[in-house]
């Protein structure tokens, strides 16, 4: 598709879409729980959905009705699907989570997702699911997808500590602790994202975290709950940093989802000097109206225990970083090379065809500001978050044309970008 270029300012209102690990969440808790569960502000995206078939096959009724997705719980049993293959598309969270889920469950399913998720390393929830009694098997070392899964109804507890700084791998074996009688201790490597966490809770659920140390005793029951699902900041990212380029800019964010597990982006953005205000904060629910403006910004270096704060914004924190003064330095962002992409390889060839002086590290990326941007032909690779840094990128190139291809990608995770883009664009 053809993008929109040479942006004379964005401008007005965005109402930002459900944050989509908080959705995945909400659809496995509530089929998890006894009872209904009723969810609004859910993100209805290609991923999430993703999720919600997953659990419509085993059994658990998910309808949509006045705008809220209700789910019927089944408390954890679920019935074995006709067709043993569950297929996650493109989302690595559905098959992460959803494995934990089903590695104590008796029955044997296959999981398969898209080229993509094909490529994505699943040894590192395949461990310690196995070392809990469950059998995952995939393709190669890194146990790639297709995955063959037999679940194990009496699993055992594990103590484990996380070889990567990943919440998704400490949430598949928070779903499959749930249903495993005694203690399973977790001991992060980082702090990462805490929804699982906060979802347990909401539930009815224990569990324990005194810093990197998790601790869950059950079996536990978990009951069907009102949910209110806040914006997702990594959807937010892409016009805060697009308010904070484009001169003459200025951005209401409204809805954006806070939880302190998440806000590394605003951090960054104070650190490089950049305009944000915050109002209309909701501390229960852990979200703000965000006001964004055009900024005069520098350099930093972005590190350590920041990152998994970050890990989804840095493409987006790149572009930003060539539009500063001075350099920016990322690392410890290994992790980001396993993601829908290599995105330390997707970032650096994309923004360097745009003119952005930018080199790769081995984990992370070196970038020089001040770089003006120029028009050129984009292939994302069907990696939504590259498709959507090209789209912001494009609005700084002049008199010029941007093509992406693979944009249909952006469904993943935030279906109505474009439409927000145009309402808030000035030409
Ligand atoms: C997610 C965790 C992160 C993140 C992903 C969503 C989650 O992945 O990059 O987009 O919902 O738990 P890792 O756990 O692999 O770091």
Redesign the pocket.
């Known amino acids: 598709m053809q993008l929109l270029t040479d942006a004379k300012a964005l401008k007005g209102k965005i109402r930002i879409p459900g944050d989509k690990?908080i959705s995945?969440r909400a659809i496995i808790f509530g089929s998890l729980a006894e009872g209904r569960t009723e969810v609004q502000g859910l993100l209805e995206s290609q991923d999430v959905k993703a999720t919600i078939n997953a659990f419509r096959s085993l059994g658990v009724d998910i309808k949509k009705s006045d705008g809220k997705i209700l789910i019927y719980g089944k408390g954890p049993k679920f019935k074995e699907p006709k067709e043993a293959i569950l297929d996650m598309g493109n989302s690595?969270?559905s098959m992460r989570l959803i494995a934990g889920v089903l590695s104590a469950q008796d029955m044997s399913l296959r999981m398969i997702g898209d080229p993509s998720l094909s490529r994505r390393p699943m040894d590192r929830i395949a461990i310690p699911l196995n070392l809990m009694g469950a059998k995952i098997e995939g393709q190669g070392d890194r146990c790639l997808p297709a995955l063959q899964i037999q679940g194990n109804k009496c699993l055992k507890p594990i103590s484990y500590h996380l070889p990567v700084?990943?919440?998704?791998?400490k949430?598949a074996i928070l779903l499959a602790a749930l249903q495993t009688k005694g203690e399973t201790t977790i001991f992060e490597k980082e702090i990462?994202?805490n929804h699982t966490e906060d979802m347990i809770k909401q539930f009815g659920g224990q569990i324990s975290q005194v810093g990197k140390e998790i601790r869950l005793l059950g079996p536990q029951r978990l009951s069907g709950q009102k949910l209110l699902i806040p914006g997702d900041i990594s959807s937010a990212a892409f016009w805060i940093v697009a308010a904070l380029i484009i001169p003459n800019s200025e951005l209401v964010l409204e809805n954006v989802g806070i939880n302190q597990t998440r806000t590394g982006i605003l951090d960054v953005v104070r650190e490089m000097g950049g305009q944000i205000t915050y109002s209309k904060v909701d501390e229960v629910n852990k979200s703000a109206t965000l006001r964004v403006s055009y900024s005069n910004l520098h350099g930093i270096n972005i590190s350590g225990e920041i990152i998994?704060r970050l890990?989804?914004e840095l493409p987006i924190i790149a572009l930003l970083a060539s539009q500063a003064k001075g350099r920016t330095v990322i690392s410890d962002a290994k992790?980001l090379r396993l993601?829908e992409t290599d995105r330390i390889k997707t970032v650096t060839r994309i923004l360097r065809a745009m003119g952005v002086h930018i080199q790769a590290k081995e984990d992370g990326m070196i970038i020089d500001g001040g770089s003006e941007l120029k028009a050129a032909s984009i292939d994302c690779q069907l990696d939504h978050r590259i498709g959507m840094m090209t789209a912001i990128a494009a609005l700084l190139v002049k008199d010029d044309h941007v093509n992406l291809e693979g944009a249909e990608a952006i469904q993943t995770s935030y279906p109505e970008f474009f439409k927000d883009l145009e309402r808030v664009y000035y030409d």
Do not use: C, L, N, Y
């Open positions: 690990s995945h690595g969270t700084a990943s919440a998704q791998v949430s990462t994202r998994p890990i989804d992790e993601k």
